[in-house]
């Protein structure tokens, strides 16, 4: 079994910043793109950042300059750090990971449970 597991999330003032952390755990052979995703109220799911196992970053237009994804490989981590934040901002967001569980398995999408990210005065 394999889990993503989200914490980071909360309350925070427009300008303010907040790191989101994600942890992979179980049987994992592999894990190839990690990514986060958000889904405000209303609205369909977005990409916000992902980042492959090598190290190469893409985001969203309206988060360059002011989130930056990183992982560590050693620990199936990923982490966003968001600075700047906007009342636009406020989400669920939610780690992705493409990874296979074992030499045979295909690769497979798995996603956390999400954490709620609220910018407000």
């Known amino acids: 079994q394999v889990q993503l597991v989200e914490s980071g999330g909360g309350l925070v003032q427009p300008g303010g910043s907040l790191r989101l952390s994600c942890a992979a755990s179980?049987?994992?052979?592999?894990?190839?793109?990690m990514g986060w995703y958000r889904q405000a109220p209303g609205k369909q799911r977005e990409l916000v950042a992902t980042?492959?196992?090598?190290?190469?970053?893409n985001y969203a237009d309206s988060v360059k300059g002011r989130f930056t994804i990183s992982r560590d490989n050693a620990k199936n981590t990923v982490d966003l750090q968001m600075n700047s934040l906007k009342p636009e901002d406020t989400a669920v967001y939610y780690c992705?990971?493409?990874?296979?569980?074992?030499?045979?398995?295909?690769?497979?999408?798995?996603w956390g449970q999400g954490t709620q990210v609220t910018v407000s005065s």
């Open positions: 179980g049987s994992i052979f592999v894990i190839y793109d």
């Open positions: 980042i492959t196992s090598g190290g190469i970053t």
């Open positions: 992705n990971a493409e990874m296979r569980r074992n030499i045979i398995s295909r690769a497979t999408d798995y």
